[in-house]
């Protein structure tokens, strides 16, 4: 055990949110569990035999005495829900589903004692979300440009190694657990961008995945396969991709009845299909409705899915063409197929209209296509914000999406279908290379469940868990290094919602022009005289009238543009004044020397923790500070002198501009 009360496995990996001493309260009970045949309640017994065992308590046999009853009440199996009361001494936990007393069980974790002391009035929790994934962008075969996880920032693949499932999937069995404590119950196990590697995971390469199908299952993960759209053709079926042939529906309509024999339980597929070069139905002139149809009339029959990404738009785009907007593109492409898709087709929609920057506006294809089973896609993977080198928080930057009202009155996190994520998780010994970056993971876990959460509380309990018995110091410091540390990063970054002010490729630290004169649509317009894209209706590309009322309204003007997001809407001059009262030039200026100092001073209160927090996890910490703080600097300095020269204005307090 080490200094923080975490456990490992041999040493190999981070207990992170489920150490051992997590489970003292209910491993110190007697605890009895009812249920008929059902895998997951035995997962329950499993673990509160495991509990017991380390701490004292016992698994009655029924008709003993117990203080903690757990019982499947008999339901449907996907019936997540349970309830949690206490009353004369003995704690009551009901589920129609193993699978809603498997959530249970690890909601008595959390609350730890507090589930065993006074009287609890009975309440019922159930997820608001029916699908909560993680997509994981793993390559089967390491991958001579994207490495062997495209976007990934904490090593290797949990999944496969040298081409193909490990052959020890204890870790997988371990990840699967620790997405279950915090309410995941489903994972694609492949990168969106197939290679030919991994197609063949559809056709002879499918006992790999029932492995890793096998490793998971016991957590109530669903394992979901992103797919070619041009599989047919790459596997040795029809030569053609067409949706509308009759062959190739009958081709997929036979590997998808294949897959199932392999994994009766299996989710559905991801699909990323005329995006980015990747194959699609326009090569034959269908739409996207038909491409995402034939795929889920093959999954129909089995309870399967299809989650069709709208990620498309040009990415040979002319820079010197201001008419054409990518931020626009998959409103354009999608609304006008509103009520086409299928029943089981699901159309998996980016949070923002560009690409998981640290600042967009909410995309407004969410809430435009209300006949349209939506997922809104979010990205754990710290792409764009400090790539697991950096403390990046996101909680409440998903809070803000996932409470967003596009339509003036129902939330995001109401209007959508699911969650699905990006994963961060590798087979680094903290799971996500940088140990705070856990709680990005757990924090989206939690809000797949409850999306109006208070992302802090969420916060305070991921702290609480990963450090048991934390003294108020170490509980204190952790809160006040993640809480601030989203905006630090847009602070030193980029201003203003202009985004995409990266190197180019691989997307970390700064590059102001690296996206400038690309074909990718990423462009900031800044020059002498102002900065920002016109996306208003009066003079712009129109991009501001997508959205319904009233925010059609609020960001056609920039004197009601929100501040944060003035550059994504309007080109401005550098002395137009925010609402703040500073001019966008001094508020590019101080916000960037603000950023630099408030990351030296999370350094120093992480530094300050080292007598808390086990050595290893304490200088793995200390090493991405260094980085990040070397990063920032770079930043400011590189943000900073790029306006200064463009501008010609001087920072009003007379500070270094390198």
């Known amino acids: 055990m080490h200094q923080n009360g975490t456990m490992t496995d041999s040493g190999d990996f981070d207990a992170a949110w489920l150490p051992g001493t997590a489970f003292r309260a209910v491993g110190a009970r007697r605890s009895l569990v009812r249920s008929g045949p059902d895998p997951l309640a035995d997962t329950v017994r499993g673990e509160l035999a495991d509990a017991c065992a380390r701490f004292g308590g016992e698994v009655v046999r029924d008709g003993g005495a117990a203080e903690f009853l757990l019982e499947v009440t008999g339901g449907s199996p996907d019936d997540e829900s349970y309830t949690l009361r206490r009353a004369d001494g003995i704690t009551s936990l009901t589920a129609p589903s193993g699978r809603g007393l498997l959530y249970g069980l690890f909601h008595v974790v959390r609350l730890g004692e507090g589930a065993f002391s006074g009287d609890l009035a009975p309440r019922t929790h159930r997820p608001a979300l029916a699908t909560r994934m993680l997509d994981h962008w793993d390559n089967v075969a390491v991958h001579p440009v994207m490495g062997q996880v495209e976007r990934g920032y904490a090593g290797g693949s949990l999944f496969w190694s040298d081409g193909e499932a490990r052959g020890d999937l204890g870790r997988v069995r371990a990840y699967g657990r620790l997405l279950a404590a915090c309410g995941i119950n489903a994972v694609a196990v492949n990168n969106v961008n197939v290679h030919a590697t991994e197609a063949r995971l559809l056709t002879d390469r499918i006992g790999d995945v029932a492995a890793i199908a096998g490793a998971l299952r016991p957590y109530g993960i669903r394992t979901h396969l992103a797919v070619s759209f041009a599989a047919p053709m790459l596997l040795g079926g029809p030569d053609t991709a067409d949706p509308l042939d009759p062959a190739v529906r009958d081709w997929w309509a036979r590997a998808t009845a294949r897959v199932y024999e392999a994994v009766p339980d299996f989710g559905g597929y991801v699909v990323k299909a005329d995006s980015e070069g990747r194959p699609g139905p326009f090569a034959y002139g269908r739409s996207h409705a038909d491409g995402a149809n034939m795929l889920a009339a093959a999954l129909e029959p089995h309870g399967g899915t299809v989650h069709w990404r709208a990620f498309v738009y040009d990415h040979r785009q002319d820079w010197r063409d201001r008419s054409t907007d990518r931020a626009r593109a998959a409103y354009d492409h999608f609304t006008p197929l509103d009520g086409e898709f299928a029943d089981n087709a699901v159309l998996q929609v980016k949070h923002g209209p560009m690409d998981f920057q640290v600042r967009e506006p909410v995309s407004p294809l969410i809430g435009a296509m209300p006949d349209t089973r939506l997922a809104v896609e979010l990205q754990v993977t710290q792409e764009y914000t400090g790539q697991q080198q950096h403390v990046c928080w996101l909680g409440p930057m998903w809070s803000e999406v996932l409470r967003f009202r596009p339509d003036g009155e129902v939330p995001v996190g109401r209007l959508a279908d699911g969650l699905v994520a990006v994963s961060n998780a590798g087979d680094d010994r903290f799971w996500t290379g940088h140990p705070l970056a856990q709680a990005n993971l757990y924090t989206f876990g939690r809000l797949t469940w409850d999306p109006a959460a208070d992302p802090r509380a969420v916060l305070d309990e991921w702290i609480a868990l990963t450090h048991p018995d ?91 543009c929100p501040d944060e997001l003035l550059l994504f809407f309007h080109h401005v001059p550098y002395g137009h004044v925010l609402h703040s009262g500073k001019t966008v030039i001094q508020h590019i200026y101080d916000t960037h020397f603000e950023g630099v100092e408030e990351a ?49 204005v001087p920072d009003a307090h007379g500070r270094t501009i390198h």
């Open 470 to 560: 934390a003294p108020d110091r170490l509980a204190g410091g952790l809160h006040a290094i993640l809480d601030g540390s989203w905006r630090t990063y847009e602070k030193y970054t980029a201003p203003l919602g202009v985004g995409f002010m990266v190197q180019p490729g691989h997307h970390y630290g700064p590059g102001v022009d690296g996206y400038e004169y690309s074909p990718w649509g990423t462009y900031h317009f800044a020059d002498r005289d102002g900065v920002g894209v016109d996306r208003s209706v009066a003079t712009g590309t129109g991009f501001a009238g997508q959205y319904a009322e009233p925010w059609a309204k609020l960001y056609e003007s920039p004197g009601t």
């Open 600 to 648: 030296e001073e999370a350094r120093r209160v992480w530094a300050g923790l080292s007598d808390l927090v086990e050595p290893e996890r304490h200088a793995r910490v200390a090493e991405r500070f260094a980085e990040q703080l070397r990063g920032a600097r770079e930043w400011r300095d590189q943000i900073n002198s790029y306006f200064l020269r463009k501008s010609g």
